[in-house]
């Protein structure tokens, strides 16, 4: 729960000093589709062997706020990795978001109650 404010109040204060930089490139949906394949595929890369090795982390920037989804992930992986990986993908996510004047339904996406192992991956059951 610490990291989904930690991230919100990132966000907000990246939003408030943004600044135009008429050199930068734009992000594509491309770009931010490849980095969000690169995160799941090393997430691929790692196993759990029951349900109390799954864990979920906040991924994604909607334009007002929180985050898209969350991704599932077992406790075998580098978490600092992952948390990397997935910092670089939300301010790259931010700035397409400002960028394109994206727009979101700004429903609070909640981290989900359930998550277990099933055939060696973390998966989200319910919700």
Same mark, same amino acid.
């Given at each position: 729960? =610490?990291? &989904?404010? =930690? !991230?919100?109040? !990132?966000?907000?204060?990246? %939003? $408030?000093? %943004?600044?135009? @930089?008429?050199?930068?490139?734009?992000?594509?949906?491309?770009?931010?589709?490849? =980095?969000?394949?690169?995160?799941?595929?090393?997430?691929?890369?790692?196993?759990?062997?029951? $349900?109390?090795?799954?864990?979920?982390?906040?991924? *994604?920037?909607?334009?007002? *706020?929180?985050?898209?989804?969350? !991704?599932?992930?077992?406790? $075998?992986? @580098?978490? @600092?990795?992952?948390?990397?990986? &997935?910092?670089?993908? /939300?301010?790259?996510?931010?700035?397409?978001?400002?960028?394109?004047?994206?727009?979101?339904?700004?429903?609070?996406?909640?981290?989900?109650?359930?998550?277990?192992? @099933? /055939?060696?991956?973390?998966? &989200?059951?319910?919700?």
């Amino acid at each position: 729960m =610490k990291f &989904i404010l =930690k !991230l919100f109040v !990132l966000a907000v204060l990246l %939003q $408030s000093f %943004q600044c135009e @930089d008429n050199n930068s490139e734009p992000i594509t949906l491309e770009q931010l589709n490849l =980095k969000k394949q690169e995160i799941i595929d090393y997430i691929a890369g790692f196993e759990c062997n029951n $349900s109390e090795n799954c864990n979920t982390i906040a991924f *994604g920037v909607k334009p007002c *706020g929180g985050p898209t989804e969350f !991704l599932t992930f077992p406790s $075998s992986i @580098d978490l @600092d990795e992952l948390e990397s990986m &997935i910092e670089i993908y /939300n301010q790259l996510n931010l700035e397409y978001n400002i960028q394109t004047n994206a727009v979101s339904d700004c429903a609070v996406v909640l981290p989900p109650q359930t998550v277990e192992c @099933d /055939n060696g991956g973390c998966v &989200i059951v319910g919700n």
